[in-house]
Nanobody, 116 residues
Framework: QVQLVESGGGLVQPGGSLRLSCAASGSIFRGYTMGWYRQAPGKQRELVATISNGGSTNYADSVKGRFTISRDNAGMTVYLQMNSLKPEDTAVYYC??????????WGQGTQVTVSS
């Protein structure tokens, strides 16, 4: 069964932190790059960060130095540690299994709201 299940979203004040988790089924995790994307109201979905099966990472310029993506290959989970959050980080965050031509499978999304 193909499954990506995100958790960890919520409401946080500016400057705060959140850690998102994404539990994946094996068939779409092992050997694949995993990514986090986000979509704010009225905007297109955008890349936040990706991590290859070997651990190489890539970040959007807007989150570099603040967000960290990691993966637990044994537990088939990918994480996004988000620090120094800003109101403009408010969005629905999606986990994805990434293939050669882009995301192949998506999770259902988790809402992150940064507001005082």
């Amino acid at each position: 069964q193909v499954q990506l299940v995100e958790s960890g979203g919520g409401l946080v004040q500016p400057g705060g932190s959140l850690r998102l988790s994404c539990a994946a089924s094996g068939s779409i995790f092992r050997g694949y790059t995993m990514g986090w994307y986000r979509q704010a109201p009225g905007k297109q979905r955008e890349l936040v960060a990706t991590i290859s099966n070997g651990g190489s990472t890539n970040y959007a310029d807007s989150v570099k130095g603040r967000f960290t993506i990691s993966r637990d290959n044994a537990g088939m989970t990918v994480y996004l540690q988000m620090n120094s959050l800003k109101p403009e980080d408010t969005a629905v965050y999606y986990c994805a299994s990434v293939g050669t031509y882009g995301p192949r499978y998506w999770g259902q999304g988790t809402q992150v709201t940064v507001s005082s």
